[in-house]
């Protein structure tokens, strides 16, 4: 797959303005339950600007939470999270729904209305913040050309493959030009050929637009080949780092039981002595 390269510059989302030393994401001591259920247990990492932090763990470590707390769906039932330099704690609603506006989420299994057209879906924040349709067009083949499906434009959900409706979810997310994008397993349920296809759309994103992300994953492939690759714009295809070199801005947090056990980098993870984490990368 060919993935061009188009700037994406159609009105785009101005960047948000930060405090200066402000982290894009920062969870401090957070801790969430439910039904007597610890899911999360004091949990503290920051996320620079421009970095990639691929998630992983477990399946019921409280990876996906994780992900909702940051973007405001849940609030925590103690410490603070801290997006763009604001607590989100005490935010009214109106004051997190303009937070998510800077904020672009790729939800598992897609999250997309059936009963819309693929332009609709991806234009579905526009609608509602009364953009111009012909603007929101406009915005829209913009986005969609990025995932190389312009052509489904006028499609509905379930004509297309699980590949396509995961594209068309990246491109809801990247609309706006946001400053973080949340990926909850963005590969899931996808066979290991598509799902190369969705990774290879997350470092052109990564690289061309230097977006903030939170990244969700099963697949440690997926996980190192985001570690170990970069966009190239003159072959429109993703290739590995010369000489074993590694993406300096991505990194790892390891969640086991609710609990971090690793945050640091590639090189970090792949040297541990831990013997979980080596069990768990083996």
């Known amino acids: 797959m ?37 899911v999360l247990k004091n949990i503290s990492f ?46 009214s609603e109106r004051e997190i729904f303009e937070l998510r506006a800077h904020i672009g989420m790729v939800f598992q299994e897609s999250a997309l209305f059936d009963s819309l057209t693929v332009e609709d879906n991806v234009a579905y924040r526009l609608h509602e913040e009364r953009v111009p349709e012909e603007e929101a067009h406009d915005r829209v083949v913009e986005a969609l050309r990025f995932v190389e499906l312009e052509k489904a434009i006028a499609k509905f959900p379930p004509e297309l493959s699980g590949g396509m409706r995961r594209r068309v979810s990246i491109a809801r997310a990247i609309i706006s ?10 590969t899931g349920g996808l066979d290991p050929i598509t799902s190369t296809t969705i990774i ?9 637009s230097n977006t903030t992300s939170l990244l969700i994953t099963h697949r440690l492939q997926d996980a190192f080949t985001l570690a170990t690759h970069r966009f190239s714009p003159s072959t429109g295809h993703m290739e590995p780092i010369p000489d074993g070199k590694l993406d300096p801005g991505t990194k790892f947090l390891v969640l086991n039981e609710g609990k971090i056990v690793f945050d640091g980098t590639t090189h970090e993870l792949t040297h541990t002595q831990d013997p979980w984490l080596r069990a768990y990368l083996e």
């Open 2 to 38: 060919t993935l061009p390269t188009p700037d994406l510059q159609v009105a785009a989302q101005p960047s948000i303005e930060m405090p200066p030393g402000a982290a894009i994401v920062e969870f401090k001591d957070v801790s969430i339950g439910f039904e007597q259920n610890h």
């Open 46 to 91: 920051r996320v620079e600007r421009g970095e990639t932090r691929i998630i992983l763990g477990p399946a019921g470590g409280g990876k996906s939470t994780l992900l909702k707390l940051a973007n405001g769906l849940l609030q925590p039932d103690s410490g603070e999270i801290w997006i763009f330099g604001k607590p989100l704690s005490g935010m």
């Open 177 to 186: 030009k946001p400053d973080l994008i949340l990926y909850d397993s963005p």
């Open 200 to 208: 290879e759309l997350v470092v052109k994103q990564r690289d061309v």
